[in-house]
Each structure stands twice: as C-alpha cells, then as structure tokens.
C-alpha cells in the first residue's frame, strides 16, 4: 500500500517532509542536559542533580533547585521576550542591557524611604524631604516611561532613519548606560519602600516572567500585530505592499522591548534593594541567546515566545547544572558561547533544509 495519499485537486501528501516545530527539538535538547546533568551528578557527585534525595524531605524533586533555576533565568527571561519580536521583524536589539541599568537607577531614585533607622536617608537621591515614601506606582510608571522612550528613539532610528538596528541599539546600548552612570555620579542608590521592595519578593520574579511570556504568546499568535510582526520579518516588502504600515510597527515593537526592558530593571532593583550603574550588563546578549537557541531565526519571520521560555530554561538548567557540579563560573561562559554559536549553525541548517524540500 502506498504511503503517499491523495488531497484536494489531485495534490499528493508527501509524509517525509513533514517536519515537528522547532519548540520540539528545543524541548528534546532541554530534557537531554537535564539528562547529562542527571548522569554526571551520580557519577562524580554521588548525588542527583534533578531528584530529591534527602530521607527527610517527601517530595519527587528537588524542588529547591527547580526554584533556582528559575528564578536565574526570569529576570533576563522578561527581556527576551522583547528582544524575540524585535528579531523576529528581521531586526536587533543590543541597548536592552543599559536601558535596564538606567530605568533601574532612576526608577529607584523614586522608590526611596525618607528615613532609614530613625534617621535622614543618607542615599536620598533628591534629598530626605524631597520625593520620598512616594506610592509604589510612582516609581513604577517612572521606569516604564524610560522604557517607553528608550525603546521608542531604537524604533523611530530603525524605521525612519533606515540605519542598521545594529548600530541604532548600539548607540542606544552607549547612551543609556552613560546615562546610568550620569544620574548619580556613579553612587548606588538604596533603601526603597516596602512595597516597592516586594515586587521581585520571593518568586515574584518568576509570577511576572510566566504572566508576561503567556499574554505575548497570545498576542503573537491570535491578534494582527502578531500577523504583521512575523510578515514583516518574512518579507517586509510584501508586507508593505500587502498594506502593512511597517515604518509604524517596527516603533512598537522597539518600543515594547524597551518597556520590557525596564519592566526586568523594576523587578531586579526591587529584588536587590539596590540600583547600581553597572546593572544589567551582557543582560542583551543572554537574551538574545535565550531567543536563538529557542529556535529563533535571526533572519526575522520565524520563532515563538515558547521557543524563548524553553530557550531561557536551558540557560538555567546550564547555570545551577555547573553549580551543582562545582565547576567554577568561567565554564559556563564557555559553554554558553558553544551553545549559541551551535544554535544558528542548527538554525541555518535547518532553513537549508526546508528550502530543498520545497
């Protein structure tokens, strides 16, 4: 019997060229380092990386180090979710990482307590009785509007401008981290309220990353800014003539990584009680790789926010995985640079192979 069946007008369907989304094979790679990971541990550790081994403790795994994992990843994870748009358009992201360190120190300039201990704050940014003990929704909006307004100058440059998104976020990556640097003479800034302390409390972290991959996940795939976020990464000249206004939705999406960006500045500056200068370098090029080896393509058009989450999870596993293997932290970059640079050598094999199959 034949395998090939019959369709509609006499087409046949071909089963050998069917292919599984690349989230699969994202998810296959996930659970294979888990799996090594899992070996390694009883081999040299003695110990199981992800199972609980503890008498004491009647839980399956390890729950301890599941919460590690990510935990690590969410804040960088919420800037992925931004940067997997901005490439999905075709385009670049790389001032993610400084528009964090800026939104960061200016957004808890206004998150400040009066007095610490009874006494005048002593890192009051505009002094003990100027803007301090200010609601939670202040410095909130505060960030966001740096978000806002950092992400919509990249979008405005790449639309309009037609400079390379590579050198406008890179201008941008320079500006907002001098910017940083700027705002208080290089001095951390300290103390905030308890409310703006509870944000990134706990595993609230994690809360905002899933809330925030669910709803862009939605978006992409039900709404049309999805629909003409992935034609424009696919042709944006077929896009523009299909009547898609491209120079408009490139601003968007820059300006939504931009306020994801400083949504990951909020959170970490409430998780650390501190905003410093230098918060959030290399956050860019993780988020990147989270997103290239969630199956994003860097030539636009292709990828999802699911493909992210996995790719953002391998990154965890990878960190708590050398952790728990008590190899020292410069593996990893090692290891991580392998796995992205393996990541677009699978994605160009893997276009290469679509095209000869049509």
């Given at each position: 019997?034949?395998d090939?069946s019959h369709?509609?007008?006499?087409l046949?369907f071909?089963?050998?060229?069917?292919?599984?989304?690349?989230?699969?094979?994202?998810?296959?790679?996930?659970?294979?380092?888990?799996?090594?990971?899992?070996?390694?541990?009883?081999?040299?550790?003695?110990?199981?990386?992800?199972?609980?081994?503890?008498?004491?403790?009647?839980?399956l795994?390890?729950?301890?180090?599941?919460?590690?994992?990510?935990?690590?990843?969410?804040?960088?994870?919420?800037?992925?979710?931004?940067?997997?748009?901005?490439?999905?358009?075709?385009?670049i992201?790389?001032?993610?990482?400084s528009?964090?360190?800026?939104?960061?120190?200016?957004?808890?300039?206004?998150?400040?307590?009066?007095?610490?201990?009874?006494?005048?704050?002593?890192?009051?940014?505009?002094?003990?009785?100027?803007?301090?003990?200010?609601?939670?929704?202040?410095?909130?909006?505060?960030?966001?509007?740096?978000?806002?307004?950092?992400?919509?100058?990249?979008?405005?440059?790449?639309?309009?401008?037609?400079?390379?998104?590579?050198?406008?976020?890179l201008?941008?990556?320079?500006?907002?981290?001098?910017?940083?640097?700027?705002?208080?003479?290089?001095?951390?800034?300290?103390?905030?309220?308890?409310?703006?302390?509870?944000?990134g409390?706990g595993?609230?972290?994690?809360?905002?990353?899933?809330?925030?991959?669910?709803?862009?996940?939605?978006?992409?795939?039900?709404?049309?800014?999805?629909?003409?976020?992935?034609?424009?990464?696919?042709?944006?000249?077929?896009?523009?003539m299909?009547?898609?206004?491209?120079?408009?939705?490139?601003?968007?999406?820059?300006?939504?990584?931009?306020?994801?960006?400083?949504?990951?500045?909020?959170?970490?500056?409430?998780?650390?009680?501190?905003?410093?200068?230098?918060?959030?370098?290399?956050?860019?090029?993780?988020a990147?790789?989270?997103?290239?080896?969630?199956?994003?393509?860097?030539?636009?058009?292709?990828g999802?926010?699911?493909?992210?989450?996995?790719?953002?999870?391998?990154?965890?596993?990878?960190?708590?995985?050398?952790?728990?293997?008590?190899?020292?932290?410069?593996y990893?970059?090692?290891?991580?640079?392998?796995?992205?640079?393996?990541?677009?050598?699978?994605?160009?094999?893997?276009?290469?192979?679509?095209?000869?199959?049509?």
């Amino acid at each position: 019997m034949s395998d090939t069946s019959h369709g509609i007008g006499g087409l046949s369907f071909d089963s050998s060229k069917r292919s599984w989304p690349p989230e699969m094979s994202v998810f296959i790679a996930l659970i294979a380092i888990v799996a090594i990971f899992e070996i390694l541990g009883r081999l040299f550790m003695h110990d199981s990386f992800l199972f609980n081994t503890r008498e004491n403790v009647d839980t399956l795994f390890n729950e301890q180090r599941l919460k590690i994992i990510i935990l690590q990843v969410a804040i960088i994870g919420i800037i992925a979710l931004g940067v997997t748009q901005v490439i999905i358009t075709g385009g670049i992201d790389l001032s993610s990482g400084s528009i964090v360190g800026a939104t960061a120190m200016i957004a808890m300039s206004f998150a400040q307590v009066g007095l610490v201990n009874g006494n005048p704050n002593p890192k009051a940014m505009f002094g003990a009785q100027g803007w301090v003990d200010l609601p939670v929704i202040v410095p909130i909006l505060v960030g966001l509007l740096c978000g806002f307004v950092a992400g919509c100058i990249n979008g405005m440059l790449v639309a309009y401008t037609r400079i390379p998104p590579f050198i406008a976020t890179l201008g941008m990556m320079v500006s907002a981290r001098g910017l940083a640097k700027w705002w208080s003479k290089g001095q951390p800034i300290s103390f905030p309220t308890d409310s703006y302390a509870a944000i990134g409390k706990g595993m609230m972290p994690v809360f905002i990353f899933i809330v925030l991959a669910i709803l862009f996940h939605l978006i992409l795939k039900y709404t049309v800014y999805g629909k003409h976020t992935y034609a424009i990464g696919s042709n944006e000249d077929a896009a523009r003539m299909s009547g898609i206004k491209v120079a408009r939705h490139k601003v968007m999406v820059y300006t939504i990584a931009g306020l994801l960006a400083a949504v990951a500045a909020i959170v970490l500056s409430s998780k650390n009680l501190t905003a410093q200068a230098g918060m959030g370098v290399m956050y860019e090029l993780d988020a990147i790789a989270m997103a290239v080896i969630g199956g994003i393509s860097l030539q636009g058009g292709r990828g999802s926010i699911l493909g992210t989450v996995l790719g953002a999870l391998i990154f965890g596993v990878i960190i708590s995985g050398f952790t728990f293997l008590k190899l020292d932290a410069y593996y990893q970059e090692m290891v991580k640079g392998v796995i992205i640079v393996g990541a677009v050598v699978l994605d160009q094999w893997r276009q290469r192979r679509a095209a000869a199959r049509m």
